[in-house]
């Protein structure tokens, strides 16, 4: 069974302040995907990233970094250097790597970040 | 622009009247997924379909029903059924089943009362 889990369910910063959102998944799989999407106020979904599970490498891009660790089944999401604009729901999502079959996504509950000018 | 269209925005129905929200992409896609979002929630699916005339059930497809007879439309009718169906409706699609990253549309928000 594929699950999801963001513990932290809202979080406020101040701007320019640095905020990590925690996600831990459980998976059987051996091979799959992780991923992180925003959902701004307009409720569209933006993919933000997508890590197989064979790398474990972090990755960064500008503000964002995720840091990928397959002992603790993780996939922790920073923001540096908060903005306004960054506030919104942010989703981890899981997926496995399927041959057969829709590569269908398993999501978190969400956390959503507040950043306070 | 390439990109997934949802229509209406908002949507409000009386209790017992099925009600159809469009999903139309110009990505060429072949699959297309359709998601149920609830406060507090993550995203549930309903149904998915990979190729035209073909489509499969999802985590919570009681009371829903899709048509997929053309590539770029993924229609979802939500049933009298249905017992709860107020909610935030996204459709998304991908590549192809193999491909792992689906783009969503901007939603539809229904409301039944």
């Known amino acids: 069974a594929q699950k999801v889990t963001q513990a932290q369910t809202e979080i406020s910063v101040v701007e320019k302040e640095d905020v990590t959102l925690d996600c831990v998944y459980e998976?059987?799989?051996?091979?799959?995907?992780l991923f992180w999407y925003k959902q701004p106020p307009s409720g569209e979904l933006v993919f933000l990233i997508r890590?197989?599970?064979?790398?474990?490498q972090n990755e960064i891009s500008g503000r964002y970094s995720w840091n990928f660790q397959k002992s603790t089944s993780s996939f922790n999401f920073t923001i540096t250097a908060s903005q306004v604009v960054d506030s919104a729901v942010y989703f981890c999502?899981?997926?496995?790597?399927?041959?057969?079959?829709?590569?269908?996504?398993?999501f978190g509950t969400g956390t959503r970040l507040t950043v306070i000018p | 622009d390439g990109g997934i269209t949802q229509s209406p925005k908002y949507l409000f129905r009386k209790e017992g009247q099925n009600v159809t929200l469009s999903c139309e992409q110009n990505?060429?896609?072949?699959?297309m997924y359709w998601y149920r979002q609830d406060p507090g929630q993550g995203l549930r699916l309903i149904y998915y379909?990979?190729?035209?005339?073909?489509?499969q059930k999802g985590d919570i497809a009681e009371g829903y029903s899709v048509s997929r007879e053309k590539k770029e439309s993924f229609p979802l009718t939500v049933t009298s059924a249905q017992k709860n169906p107020t909610a935030f409706y996204l459709c998304?699609?991908?590549?192809?089943?193999?491909?792992?990253?689906?783009?969503f549309g901007p939603g539809t928000r229904l409301t039944v009362t």
């Open positions: 998304a699609s991908s590549i192809d089943r193999t491909s792992y990253e689906q783009y």
């Open positions: 998976t059987r799989d051996t091979t799959y995907y």
């Open positions: 890590r197989n599970s064979f790398d474990e």
């Open positions: 999502a899981l997926s496995q790597m399927v041959k057969t079959g829709a590569n269908n996504l398993f």
């Open positions: 990505l060429n896609h072949d699959a």
């Open positions: 379909s990979q190729i035209v005339n073909d489509f």
